[in-house]
């Protein structure tokens, strides 16, 4: 994607041409916006997809401030929402693959449900956001019910600073169970719903292939569950998690998963 950004187009006129071919444009990996955007102890210094916040941090990261720098936009007038809204119109609809920086405001959110209908894989971040009822949560629900191409979802968190909300990973699972019949990979990082929520995985999901849990909190008993009701997991990544102890039962347990690491 950066290459069709910022070299491509810039060869000839050929190229710039072909540059916004939509088929190129079908795996959309957004980097994450550089930590120094983000206050350590009061969420978020500005919002990243607004251009009207006069607080905004010199840099946004290397591929953002290449992104100012080649199509000289002032970086008072710089939206990371706006970029991301002009990369997924020229996939028009046709991308597959889509990672989404942390910090990506529901506006957002709801632009790529509107176009993004094929999406395969999708990235998210659930930090304190992700909480029940709040606006980026609901506008997460109405994006994964319209992902109904869906295999792979990855929720990922910067950090635990935000393990004591409650996040609305019941009404989340419920949606895929019922919009997107073909999901088989579930990766969550940094996060407290395999805490909360892996007994719903195993109702909700129980066919499904392929799990990591990254330095999550899994509870025991959740994970004896788990393994007796997901039959059909082929992998299972717990690397660096906590709350639990692979023990003879959970090594018996899990003797079926052709891929086991913790």
Not at 26 to 31: C, W
Not at 204 to 210: F, M, N, Q
Not at 224 to 247: A, N, T
Request: proline residues 3%; charged residues 25%; aromatic residues 10%.
């Amino acid at each position: 994607m950066e290459e069709l950004l910022y070299d491509v187009p810039f060869v000839c006129k050929s190229w710039h041409r072909a540059s916004h071919n939509p088929s190129c444009w079908q795996s959309l990996i957004f980097p994450d916006i550089d930590h120094n955007a983000v206050d350590e102890d009061e969420n978020i210094k500005y919002d990243a997809s607004s251009a009207d916040n006069e607080s905004k941090p010199q840099s946004f990261g290397a591929f953002y401030d290449r992104f100012m720098h080649e199509y000289q936009i002032d970086s008072g007038r710089f939206s990371i929402g706006g970029i991301i809204k002009v990369v997924i119109k020229r996939g028009n609809g046709l991308a597959t693959v889509l990672k989404l920086p942390q910090n990506s405001t529901e506006e957002v959110l709801t632009s790529v449900s509107d176009v993004c209908p094929g999406l395969k894989f999708l990235s998210l971040s659930c930090d304190y956001k992700f909480s029940i009822l709040s606006k980026y949560s609901l506008a997460v629900l109405e994006l994964i019910t319209n992902c109904t191409n869906l295999e792979t979802l990855s929720l990922e968190s910067s950090c635990h600073r935000y393990g004591n909300q409650r996040f609305n990973h019941v009404a989340l699972l419920v949606q895929i169970s019922i919009h997107c019949k073909n999901v088989v990979d579930l990766r969550v990082s940094n996060s407290q719903i395999c805490k909360y929520g892996t007994r719903s995985i195993t109702a909700l999901l129980p066919k499904i292939k392929y799990l990591s849990f990254r330095k999550c909190d899994v509870d025991q008993k959740d994970l004896i569950s788990l393994l007796l009701r997901c039959k059909e997991l082929v992998l299972l990544d717990m690397r660096d998690c906590v709350g639990f102890k692979v023990d003879d039962e959970i090594s018996k347990l899990a003797s079926h998963i052709s891929t086991f690491v913790y």
